[in-house]
């Protein structure tokens, strides 16, 4: 049963590892396309090292030397994972690198003529669009535990450290280096592109990353508060708190229920609400940050319930799964390198009762 539960496990794992993988390399090839076909063709400078890149390259082809962008963008992303080396693990830089590799890859040679040339007349078009699926591409790609390379380590890396700051903000941050580069090399029109390509980027990987996470704080106002919050136990799971309140236009006492939910839950659980007490008044707010867990969440989670119940079965099948033989026998070898003189051990000797307290 141990081993069969551990090849399980393990197949889990590896099916996970292989979907991380196969989601961060789609992201990497988003990345690259919506550079290579939208922020190239229109002169868009974008922000990030791939923009910082383009500066370079655009550097030397003044001065006559011809660099592909995509190959300064791997030097630079080569130097900042070798200091990334030093702060994460195996997975997220093995991760990161296949998201690095894709990316220049798809920067270097995704060209489909029939996108490229449809936007060329429209550089805000261009940049919009090129904003939009580059911030999908980092947020999937940091999602799924990886990176697409340049500003996104970056900003996980100030994010490690500071998680008040969000990752998206962070790259904003960072960002701003590059817009000023873009000014001064090129014009202040291209400049204010690069911005709104850099807001609008930002903006979509915090829609991405925080956007199935975002937690509701529900305000129930109500008349059957022990049937709504019993209802609400049973079917979510979550900690529901009543607080006391009194209505001033009508003077009556009214019961105050808060419940947080994910934003996925939050249509269901007011449909809920109203076919127990119709007269119900719900109102809702978007919740910023949670601390601490409640007691409900500690005794009643079926997610805790069931990783405390599978550590207590693994314990126990550690413990019990050698036969009580075995105890004996080392027992016996215990008992003879202290040059104790055994022949053959009674039924009611010492080891026995140990061996049956073990069992017990």
Same mark, same amino acid.
């Given at each position: 049963?141990? !081993?069969?539960?551990?090849?399980?496990?393990?197949?889990?794992? &590896?099916?996970?590892?292989?979907?991380?993988?196969?989601?961060?390399? &789609?992201?990497?090839?988003?990345?690259?396309?919506?550079?290579?076909?939208?922020?190239?063709?229109?002169?868009?400078?974008? %922000?990030?090292?791939?923009?910082?890149?383009?500066?370079?390259?655009?550097?030397?082809?003044?001065?006559?030397?011809?660099?592909?962008?995509?190959?300064?963008?791997?030097?630079?992303?080569?130097? !900042?994972?070798?200091?990334?080396?030093?702060?994460?693990?195996?997975?997220?830089?093995?991760?990161?690198?296949?998201?690095?590799?894709?990316?220049?890859?798809?920067?270097?040679?995704?060209?489909?003529?029939?996108?490229?040339?449809?936007?060329?007349?429209?550089?805000?078009?261009?940049?919009?669009?090129?904003?939009?699926?580059?911030?999908?591409?980092?947020?999937?790609?940091?999602?799924?535990?990886?990176?697409?390379?340049?500003?996104?380590?970056?900003?996980?890396?100030?994010?490690?450290?500071?998680?008040?700051?969000?990752?998206?903000?962070?790259?904003?941050?960072?960002?701003?280096?590059?817009?000023?580069?873009?000014?001064?090399?090129?014009?202040?029109?291209?400049?204010?592109?690069?911005?709104?390509?850099?807001?609008?980027?930002?903006?979509?990987?915090?829609?991405?990353?925080?956007?199935?996470?975002?937690?509701?704080?529900?305000?129930?106002?109500?008349?059957?508060?022990?049937?709504?919050?019993? %209802?609400?136990?049973?079917?979510?799971?979550?900690?529901?708190?009543?607080?006391?309140?009194?209505?001033?236009?009508?003077?009556?006492?009214?019961?105050?229920?808060?419940?947080?939910?994910?934003?996925?839950?939050?249509?269901?659980?007011?449909?809920?609400?109203?076919?127990?007490?119709?007269?119900?008044?719900?109102?809702?707010?978007?919740?910023?940050?949670?601390?601490?867990?409640?007691?409900?969440?500690?005794?009643?989670?079926?997610?805790?319930?069931?990783?405390?119940? %599978?550590?207590?079965?693994?314990?126990?099948? !550690?413990?019990?799964?050698?036969?009580?033989?075995?105890?004996?026998?080392?027992?016996?070898?215990?008992?003879?390198?202290?040059?104790?003189?055994?022949?053959?051990?009674?039924?009611?000797?010492?080891?026995?009762?140990?061996?049956?307290?073990?069992?017990?």
């Amino acid at each position: 049963m141990l !081993l069969k539960n551990a090849e399980n496990k393990q197949k889990q794992k &590896l099916s996970k590892f292989i979907l991380q993988i196969v989601m961060v390399s &789609l992201a990497a090839v988003l990345g690259g396309l919506s550079f290579k076909n939208f922020f190239e063709p229109a002169g868009i400078i974008p %922000a990030g090292f791939s923009g910082l890149s383009l500066i370079i390259s655009k550097g030397f082809a003044s001065i006559g030397v011809k660099i592909p962008t995509a190959a300064i963008y791997l030097v630079i992303n080569i130097t !900042l994972f070798l200091f990334a080396l030093k702060i994460f693990g195996w997975k997220f830089l093995l991760l990161s690198a296949l998201g690095i590799s894709f990316y220049t890859l798809s920067m270097q040679f995704v060209y489909i003529p029939a996108l490229a040339n449809s936007v060329k007349s429209d550089t805000l078009l261009a940049g919009i669009l090129g904003a939009i699926f580059s911030g999908i591409s980092i947020g999937i790609a940091m999602k799924f535990g990886g990176t697409t390379g340049g500003s996104d380590i970056a900003g996980v890396i100030i994010n490690r450290y500071f998680p008040k700051i969000k990752t998206g903000y962070c790259m904003l941050l960072i960002n701003a280096v590059v817009l000023t580069l873009s000014i001064l090399t090129s014009s202040i029109l291209t400049g204010l592109y690069a911005l709104i390509v850099a807001v609008v980027s930002s903006l979509t990987t915090n829609l991405v990353l925080d956007g199935s996470k975002r937690v509701i704080a529900h305000y129930i106002i109500c008349d059957k508060d022990e049937e709504i919050a019993q %209802a609400l136990l049973e079917r979510y799971h979550r900690g529901v708190t009543k607080l006391e309140g009194i209505g001033m236009f009508s003077k009556k006492e009214k019961s105050v229920l808060v419940c947080l939910l994910p934003n996925q839950q939050s249509d269901e659980m007011k449909k809920i609400v109203s076919a127990i007490d119709h007269n119900s008044f719900i109102f809702s707010s978007t919740v910023t940050e949670t601390l601490g867990t409640g007691e409900f969440l500690k005794e009643h989670s079926i997610f805790k319930n069931k990783i405390s119940k %599978a550590d207590k079965n693994l314990k126990n099948d !550690l413990k019990y799964q050698r036969p009580v033989h075995i105890k004996k026998f080392k027992l016996k070898k215990k008992y003879k390198f202290n040059k104790m003189k055994l022949v053959s051990l009674p039924k009611t000797s010492p080891s026995d009762e140990i061996i049956e307290e073990i069992a017990e």
